[in-house]
């Protein structure tokens, strides 16, 4: 009976092993996963961009110098005589001077027929009007090289501003081919109203 019991015994512990000891892998459970909710995408803000226009500084233009260089004083009245390259600056960017050279005197141009010459004034305080005279002189023939008088320029200019400096042209009626000249040149400036015709030139032959 103990043999056949001990024998009863170990087949159980034989047998046990072979029952129990595969052990079954737990079989996942599937959980319920709450789904998220869709986090909505907050589109970018796009801000205008505000295009401010700068203002434009504008440089005034720096006032002319004063007194005008190479200008000859007396009291509020400056004069000057051009050289030939500055009268030729000033008449191309002058259409009343531009227009007076371009007289015609027998086919000619007025100042190379007859002697001529020019003056620039300016005023301090402005002129309502201008009163210029000059002498107009040279040898007295071909043959005789002595310097006379030959006639006397007179022009009125129109009104000009304080400080702004115009052109005066003088134009005679004695040959070019003579060697004449324009000299001895005075200008008055007026304050008072005048009747007289603005602009104009007179030209007086000299007797001697």
């Excluded at 056949?4 to 046990?16: E, G, Q």
């Excluded at 001529?116 to 004034?121: D, E």
Aim: proline residues 7%; contains cysteine.
């Amino acid at each position: 009976m103990i043999k056949r019991f001990l024998a009863m015994v170990l087949v159980a512990i034989l047998v046990t092993p072979a029952a129990y000891g595969a052990t079954k892998s737990p079989t996942p459970v599937a959980k319920a996963t709450a789904s998220k909710k869709a986090t909505p995408v907050k589109k970018p803000v796009v801000k205008k961009r505000v295009i401010v226009a700068k203002k434009k500084i504008v440089t005034p233009s720096p006032s002319p110098k004063w007194p005008p260089a190479g200008f000859k004083s007396n009291g509020e009245v400056f004069a000057k005589i051009p050289t030939a390259k500055e009268l030729v600056s000033t008449v191309s960017n002058n259409v009343s001077l531009t227009r007076q050279l371009a007289q015609l005197v027998d086919g000619v141009r007025i100042c190379e027929k007859f002697a001529c010459g020019a003056v620039q004034l300016a005023s301090a305080n402005g002129c309502t009007w201008w009163e210029i005279s000059a002498n107009v002189v040279g040898q007295t023939s071909a043959d005789d090289k002595t310097i006379r008088n030959f006639g006397l320029i007179q022009m009125l200019g129109a009104r000009t501003a304080p400080k702004q400096i115009t052109t005066i042209l003088l134009i005679s009626q004695e040959p070019l081919e003579l060697h004449h000249s324009v000299s001895g040149v005075s200008a008055n400036c007026h304050h008072d109203t005048t009747t007289l015709k603005l602009p104009s030139s007179t030209y007086t032959v000299v007797n001697n």
